[in-house]
Structure formats: structure tokens, C-alpha cells
């Protein structure tokens, strides 16, 4: 078993900055990419933002220069830092990680997902 475990949702204004967290844990060999979805009411899930094992960014256009994407390998942690957060940025945010088991080979998991509001 692989979980993964969010952190850090909450209501913020426009202009303010959030940090998430993720942590992964279990039947873990390595992990390859881990990154974050969200999702807004009526839309589809949506890449934010992702890091590969040797700490590669990738970042949607729409979160450029105010969102920042990091990795602490020793604790299987990846963040997101949030910054000039807008309402466009409102949604579930899940954690997604891409990882080798010690059991089944590859897999890929998602979190439960938290909660980001930007109110204006």
C-alpha cells in the first residue's frame, strides 16, 4: 500500500499565499515524478504544477512565476508554495505521485485532495 497525505487547504484573500504539503508513505521503492492537480467546480482536473526524482519543474502557464514546486526526497515530501493567489485558483488540490513499489512495480496515487478558496 501507498498513501498520500495532503496538507495546508484553507481560505485565503486575493493577494494572500498558501503552502501545501504532501507527504508519501508506504511500500515505497523510489519515486519518479509527484505533483499537483486541482480541480475547480464544473472544470476538469487540471495540472498545476510537477517535480521529477532529479527536481525538474513543470509548471501550468496559469500559475508562472506566483506558484513554486519543491521536493524534500529524504522525506518523500513534495510542496507547493502559492503565492498572489487569485479566485481563479480556487478548488481541491491533489497531490499525485508517480512511484516504483516494493511489491507491484509501478503505480501511480492520489491524494484525498485539500481544499484552496480565494475569496475576493
Known amino acids: 500500500q501507498v498513501q498520500l497525505v495532503e496538507s495546508g487547504g484553507d481560505l485565503v484573500q486575493v493577494g494572500g499565499s498558501l503552502r501545501l504539503s504532501c507527504a508519501a508513505g508506504?511500500?515505497?521503492?523510489?519515486?519518479?515524478?509527484m505533483g499537483w492537480y486541482r480541480q475547480a467546480p464544473g472544470k476538469q482536473r487540471e495540472l498545476v504544477a510537477r517535480?521529477?526524482?532529479?527536481?525538474?519543474?513543470f509548471y501550468a502557464d496559469s500559475v508562472k512565476g506566483r506558484f513554486t514546486i519543491s521536493r524534500d526526497s529524504a522525506r518523500s515530501t513534495v510542496y507547493l508554495q502559492m503565492n498572489s493567489l487569485e479566485p481563479e485558483d480556487t478548488g481541491v488540490y491533489y497531490c499525485?505521485?508517480?512511484?516504483?513499489?516494493?511489491?507491484?512495480?509501478?503505480?501511480?496515487?492520489w491524494g484525498q485532495g485539500t481544499l484552496v478558496t480565494v475569496s475576493s
Open positions: 499525485h505521485a508517480a512511484v516504483i513499489t516494493t511489491t507491484i512495480g509501478s503505480l501511480e496515487v
Open positions: 508506504g511500500a515505497i521503492r523510489s519515486i519518479n515524478f
Open positions: 517535480v521529477s526524482s532529479v527536481g525538474s519543474p
